[in-house]
């Protein structure tokens, strides 16, 4: 027998062979799925489903192992240095690639996409939280490549080391056998790793029921009940709220929809907002009493419930965008009586929505307003001159005194026309639900001025724009050099103009951003 030769003695058991070549498999279609993406269709999909698959064969190989698998004895004359290297180095693979399925798995989570395994949907871990998202892509980038490395010196060690220098039988002893009567036995078990929150989240560290009340105050005094159409009214609420408690939900995103009876979250069409976009253009179009509720939610979360009732006879230009393009969304924020916030257990807004399950007690009078057709513009020209809808000008947001608005303003419209030339707003506009459940609006200057680093990540990373089956479509060099270019002029300008509300000590300013 030639020493590159192995008997059924000196060979991995069946299964063990089989379950280290699914797993190759799986490794390297990610790998490929991620380095040529579009090139199979669907390859964004297949790359989530491949990862969740990792996730349940390598504790299925450890407990093979463990319980019934057969090992060859090492081969004889290997210095112990290197066998202990060699043990090391399997430990080190085991944990880099569950490690990087489990990131990814957190990464879209926390993207708040939607994520299922042959059809059935996998748990919640995150929600929304782009802030995480962008922490863990980076976490999985260096786990991805430290992976790369470990397979490649694997590999070498393996095919160049034992095989090619040595002959000693240590590659054959892994390759699935010859013999014709010898099949390899399939084995199929479900292993979900429990991905726990961190420490810091503990619901003893957050009092739901003080946070509610303190909130529902808080805007009830900001924003007490008026008339519908009561102009000034609203503008005092916006520039009131913000103050409060609720202050603490102004500079990071979340997701604000409708209620969407019998939907889990991540199956909900939700919009992404900055809490201080969210607050003064839509929380301001709203009316509180004071009336709170607190509730479970049916992912086990807490849910603040505050009376609410909609302003819906202003003047257009003061809702930011036109709400009544649908005539369902329309009617549903008129019948609202409530926004809801369901909070992760340290108090943290996951998801914001305006409800009808309250009580119609202190709405006074009401009628429904009939608003004029939607004729597809999303921003228009005033009688005045000023364009509309002009809640969401720059100007509405700074104060007027700022001296770096001209130059913003600039900015703003060399960014409108590099997303117009790579048609972002075909799917970043407020009917874009068709193309994605959580969508981010880009449409107006305050949008987009609270979207601005999504899209830099976003374009940076070559994650957008996408096609039909949700993979990366690449953008022409020129384009994209466009986009991150005007881009990162545009979030400078931003930071300029929030440096000088702080400086100033503007009572709204926006915590300045650390990158």
Request: charged fraction near 20%.
């Amino acid at each position: 027998m030639r020493p590159d030769q192995t008997t059924g003695h000196d060979r991995y058991d069946p299964v063990s062979v089989a379950l280290h070549w699914l797993t190759a498999g799986l490794v390297t279609a990610m790998f490929l799925l991620v380095l040529m993406p579009g090139v199979v269709k669907g390859s964004v999909a297949l790359h989530k489903t491949f990862g969740l698959l990792l996730i349940l064969v390598i504790p299925l190989r450890v407990v093979w192992q463990l319980t019934g698998g057969r090992r060859p004895p090492p081969p004889a004359g290997v210095p112990m240095i290197l066998r202990l290297g060699a043990k090391a180095a399997h430990l080190a693979l085991y944990a880099l690639v569950i490690g990087t399925a489990a990131l990814g798995w957190l990464y879209v989570d926390a993207k708040g996409m939607e994520l299922a395994l042959f059809g059935f949907e996998m748990p919640s871990v995150a929600y929304y939280d782009r802030e995480l998202a962008m922490a863990v892509y980076g976490w999985k980038k260096i786990a991805a490549y430290s992976l790369l490395a470990l397979i490649l010196a694997h590999a070498a060690a393996a095919i160049g080391y034992h095989h090619l220098l040595r002959r000693d039988g240590v590659l054959n002893a892994m390759l699935p056998a010859r013999k014709p009567g010898r099949a390899v036995a399939a084995t199929a078990a479900v292993a979900l790793l429990a991905l726990l929150p961190a420490a810091g989240d503990a619901q003893a560290a957050f009092d739901v029921d003080a946070y509610a009340k303190a909130l529902a105050a808080s805007l009830a005094k900001a924003c007490p009940m008026a008339k519908p159409d009561d102009v000034a009214a609203h503008e005092a609420c916006r520039k009131a709220m913000g103050q409060g408690i609720e202050a603490g939900m102004r500079d990071y995103s979340f997701l604000f929809g409708g209620q969407q009876k019998g939907l889990w979250l991540k199956e909900k069409k939700t919009t992404v907002f900055r809490g201080d976009l969210f607050q003064d253009l839509y929380m301001s179009l709203f009316m509180f009493t004071g009336e709170v509720r607190v509730e479970t939610a049916p992912d086990g979360n807490r849910t603040v419930a505050v009376q609410a009732y909609f302003r819906n006879g202003l003047p257009a230009g003061l809702y930011p965008y036109p709400f009544w393009h649908s005539d369902p969304k329309w009617a549903a924020y008129e019948k609202a009586n409530q926004i809801r916030f369901r909070l992760s257990p340290a108090g943290k807004v996951l998801f914001a929505y305006r409800a009808d399950g309250g009580s119609e007690a202190n709405r006074g009078p009401y009628e429904p307003v009939a608003r004029p057709p939607f004729l597809g513009e999303w921003m228009w020209p005033g009688a005045d001159g000023v364009a509309e809808p002009r809640a969401t000008l720059f100007s509405a947001y700074y104060s007027p005194d700022n001296p770096h608005l001209a130059a913003l303003d600039d900015g703003y419209r060399r960014m409108a026309i590099s997303f117009r030339n790579a048609d972002c707003t075909v799917c970043h506009a407020p009917d874009g639900h068709r193309r994605m459940n959580k969508l981010t609006l880009l449409q107006t200057p305050l949008h987009a001025a609270a979207s601005i680093d999504a899209v830099i990540d976003e374009v940076r990373m070559n994650k957008m724009p996408v096609d039909d089956y949700e993979d990366p479509r690449p953008l022409p060099p020129g384009l994209r050099q466009e986009l991150l270019s005007n881009g990162e002029e545009f979030r400078r300008l931003l930071r300029t103009a929030d440096a000088w509300e702080a400086t100033n000590g503007r009572p709204k300013a926006r915590r300045i951003a650390a990158k």
